[in-house]
């Protein structure tokens, strides 16, 4: 079955880095499209960044473009997420999504922006 595995979170100060990974299974990786989203306490799920099942075409919301980057390794089945210049309000729990029919979601990881 489809299985999205994300680590790499944790406590990070402002100005800070983190790169975070999503190790997928179950399906053939290299012709999804792959996204990162965001949940912060009390707000709705937000979409982050998303890139095409080649890794060519990359889309971020405007408050991390400049900041973050996605990436993929379809050898590896993996997407990631490298983020820069960590601020307080990129804290909380990113998830991966799988593209196409159906929903398939990881089970999140914290990402605490804190001094």
């Known amino acids: 079955q489809v299985q999205l595995v994300e680590s790499g979170g944790g406590l990070v100060q402002p100005g800070g880095s983190l790169r975070l990974s999503c190790a997928a299974s179950?399906?053939?990786?290299?012709?999804?499209?792959m996204s990162w989203y965001r949940q912060a306490p009390g707000k709705e799920r937000k979409l982050v960044a998303s890139?095409?099942?080649?890794?060519?075409?990359?889309t971020y919301t405007d408050s991390v473009k400049g900041r973050f980057t996605i990436s993929r390794d379809n050898a590896k089945k993996t997407v990631y997420l490298q983020m820069n210049s960590l601020k307080a309000e990129d804290t909380a729990v990113y998830y991966c999504?799988?593209?196409?029919?159906?929903?398939?979601w990881g089970q999140g990881t914290q990402v605490t922006v804190s001094s």
């Open positions: 890139i095409n099942n080649a890794g060519s075409i990359t």
């Open positions: 999504r799988r593209g196409g029919v159906g929903e398939y």
């Open positions: 179950g399906f053939t990786f290299s012709i999804y499209t």
